[in-house]
């Protein structure tokens, strides 16, 4: 049984409002033991993080320090310290977010969670499982990435051209949802449950000596194509299809930010029942403004992101 307790990494000075509310909506969806934050920073003073540390009574705060993280963990410290020097030094810090990952649910087991998603549904049912992950809509897998690049520019162009357009246009949900079978479901690491020593944490902490040089070319290198090379196939971790974690890939969550007049409909459209977490793709999502309670309470009328995030206000 995966540990009912969280996992979440920031490395960076302030505390945004949306990482609070993903950290608040897995508090009141799964009432976890414990909620794991690993900050680079002190974060004292920052008003979103003292108001979560005051009301979620499981936070759990940590450094990011190598030998605090790696203390207890078998692994190879040497060449891994290396590779994390290595990546600290270039600032790559989605990167050494990847390695916290595996060494914290290799050492504790639980749920690691990017902050960009909110979790609506317990995930109790998950956690029976030996392992769970799920899949995301995308338009170049890492194998199809790293093997032929006239391959990928055949396949990418046209199907980037049409996913920009559902992306673009109200009504574009259902749409991309009669062709999403065209495009590639590869594993993403964004929402991953494991136990205490896992086989695919342990795998990749050994594999990332040898492949952390390859993150300044791709980023997802020891991230989501590692996980993908370590899970395809195996039958050791659960894999979820896209409506669990991914409902909305890349650049369709846009319509989480959209102004629709039927906002519950469009829930419907999005949120099913094989629903457990939204991932929102920080990255590629955002709308204009900053997200805050009150521009939450005001956009919640036509707004999915702001109606979902609503019942978790404080």
């Known amino acids: 049984m995966i540990p009912n307790e969280g996992h979440f990494v920031w490395f960076g000075p302030t505390f945004p409002f949306t990482h609070a509310l993903a950290i608040r909506s897995l508090w009141l969806t799964n009432q976890p033991s414990a909620i794991h934050l ?45 590779a994390w020097d290595s990546l600290l030094a270039e600032r790559r810090f989605a990167a050494l977010s990847d390695v916290i990952r595996y060494l914290v649910l290799h050492r504790s087991g639980g749920v690691y969670m990017d902050f960009d998603t909110i979790t609506v549904r317990d995930l109790a049912p998950l956690r ?10 995308i338009l170049v897998p890492g194998a199809l990435e790293r093997r032929s690049k006239v391959l990928r520019r055949f396949r990418t162009g046209p199907l980037h051209a049409v ?10 949900v259902r749409w991309f949802k009669r062709i999403e079978h065209l495009y ?36 997802p290198r020891i991230g989501p194509d590692l996980l993908q090379d370590l ?7 659960a894999v979820l299809p896209p409506a669990a974690f991914y409902p909305l890939g890349p650049y369709m969550t846009r319509h989480y930010f959209r102004s629709y007049d039927d906002v519950d409909r469009l829930e419907r459209e999005v949120v099913t029942d094989q629903t457990y977490v939204i991932h929102w793709y920080n990255d590629s999502s955002r709308g204009p403004g900053e997200i805050d309670c009150e521009s939450i309470r005001r956009e919640a009328g036509h707004q999915l992101f702001a109606h979902l995030a609503l019942r978790y206000l404080p």
């Open 163 to 172: 996913r920009l357009a559902c992306a673009s246009f109200r009504g574009g």
């Open 231 to 237: 899970i395809e196939g195996c039958d050791d971790v």
């Open 184 to 219: 590639a479901l590869s594993i993403n690491g964004a929402v991953l449950g494991l136990p205490a020593g896992h086989r695919v944490t342990r795998q990749a902490l050994s594999h990332v000596p040898a492949l952390h040089r390859e993150v300044g070319r791709r980023r």
């Open 38 to 82: 690993y900050l680079s920073d002190d974060l004292t003073g920052q008003p979103h993080f003292d108001a979560l540390r005051a009301e979620v009574s499981a936070l759990r705060i940590h450094g990011t320090g190598f030998d605090e993280l790696t203390e207890g963990v078998d692994v190879e410290r040497n060449e891994l310290r290396e």
């Open 128 to 137: 029976a499982a030996p392992g769970f992950c799920g899949r995301e809509a």
